[in-house]
Every structure is written in C-alpha cells, then in structure tokens.
C-alpha cells in the first residue's frame, strides 16, 4: 500500500519562506512524476508543480521563478521549496504520486497525502 505524507507547512509572513517535504512509502518515486496541488478555501484544488522521473520540472505560472521542486530518489522524498510567498499562496499543499497522462491534471496522480496548510499572514 502507498502512503503520501507531507510534512513543513506553517505560518510564515508575505515575502518569507517555506519548505514542504512529501515522503512516499510503498512505492518507489525514482520511476515516476511527483506533483504539488493547493486548494485555497472555496477554490478548487489547483496544479503548482511537477517533477518527472528525469529532473524535468513544470510550474504553475503563477509559482514560476518564486517555487522550487525537487526530489531525493535515495530517500522517497520530495521537496517544495516556496520563496517570496505572497498571501495569495494560502492554502492546503497537497503532494500526490503521478500515474499516468498530463502532469497538472488532478485525474493523473493515483496516490495523495492528507495536505499540509500553509498560511501566508499580509
């Protein structure tokens, strides 16, 4: 059985930084694409970015340039790095496990974590 948790979200203020960790258990990530969504209240859950098996990345535009993705295949682990967080980046950061087809769809990913709240004070 696969297990997705996140870990490092928290209160930080606009302009400062934060790190999420996703650890994958029961399946190895170096073959597959990790993702990062948000759901903000009353929104709908949305793409942030995506890691392939390879190293190549993909960005929500509105992330571009202040968010960082990567992955650890030695440690199952994948990482967010979020800088300059503006308050519009509130949210629950949800990591999810890719399975197959368009890397910022939702229907793509086949295992999920529980989502950590990240809240970004004005």
């Known amino acids: 059985q696969v297990h997705v948790v996140e870990s490092g979200g928290g209160l930080v203020q606009a302009g400062g930084s934060l790190r999420l960790s996703c650890a994958v258990s029961g399946r190895t990530v170096s073959g597959y694409a990790m993702g990062w969504f948000r759901q903000a209240p009353g929104k709908e859950r949305e793409f942030v970015a995506a890691i392939r098996w390879s190293g190549s990345t993909y960005y929500a535009d509105s992330v571009k340039g202040r968010f960082t993705i990567s992955r650890d295949n030695a440690k199952n682990t994948a990482y967010l790095q979020m800088n300059s967080l503006k308050p519009e980046d509130t949210a629950v950061y949800y990591c999810?496990?890719?399975?197959?087809?368009?890397?910022?769809?939702?229907?793509?990913?086949?295992?999920w974590g529980q989502g950590s709240q990240v809240t970004v004070s004005s």
């Open positions: 999810a496990a890719h399975n197959s087809g368009s890397y910022q769809h939702i229907a793509s990913y086949g295992y």
